[in-house]
């Protein structure tokens, strides 16, 4: 009997310790409402951003705009760091580093909690990736999300974090490096403090 209580204790503190707080963000200038999650102490879109800016570089993946709804656009790294409504922004890979740090020390267990299945409340939608040239090309829709941060690298390059849960090494589940500025990834925005 000891031993089933002990195991029940266990089981709700793991429910209890990653029960988010979540809501709703209206954004002014398209009236789209995003759902929201508080992951430790940062606020985060649960949904890919799906607004349409004025200026820069922007894609629905394979140029259908049905796609928008589900998956929100794919921008390229200068357009993902103008997007943000007032309030919010582009993350950098620092608060990145951060959620990933709060979610779990095994990188496995991140992508697990980061996927619509996850307990985290963060609801990854895996809107693919686009590039520009040699050739355009959109690949690997629900099979990965990339997502842009604000930090650049260098050269061309800025940091993304990607999900890939189908991928065969472990290793490559979750990936946070450079990535080519010029190409579509989705963006998921982060509340300022």
């Keep these: ?15 209890l310790s990653f ?7 209206k954004d002014s200038r398209d009236d789209k409402v995003y ?6 102490d940062q606020w985060i879109m649960s949904e890919n951003l799906a607004y349409k800016p004025t200026s820069g570089n922007y894609w629905a993946y394979n140029n259908d705009q049905s796609n928008v709804a589900k998956y929100g656009y794919l921008y390229d790294w200068e357009t993902a ?10 993350p950098t890979r620092e608060e990145w580093d951060i959620l990933i740090k709060y979610l779990s020390d095994s990188s496995n267990m991140v992508c697990e909690k980061l996927l619509p299945s996850g307990n985290s409340g963060f609801m990854a939608q895996f809107g693919g990736i686009y590039f520009p040239s040699p050739i355009e090309k959109f690949y690997s829709l ?8 604000s930090t650049y690298v260098s050269g061309n390059q800025a940091y993304r974090i990607q999900l890939s849960p189908k991928a065969v090494n472990p290793d490559d589940k979750l990936i946070l490096w450079g ?10 925005l982060f509340q300022d403090k």
Excluded at 142 to 149: D, G, H, L, M, T
């Design 19 to 25: 029960s988010q707080e979540t809501g709703t963000y």
């Design 142 to 149: 629900n099979e990965v999300v990339a997502i842009w941060s």
């Design 35 to 40: 759902k929201t999650v508080k992951i430790g």
């Design 179 to 188: 990535w080519p500025c010029d190409c579509g990834l989705s963006v998921r």
């Design 1 to 15: 009997m000891k031993k089933i209580i002990a195991i029940y204790l266990l089981i709700s503190f793991y429910l």
């Design 81 to 90: 760091k103008k997007a943000s409504p007032s309030g919010w922004h582009l």
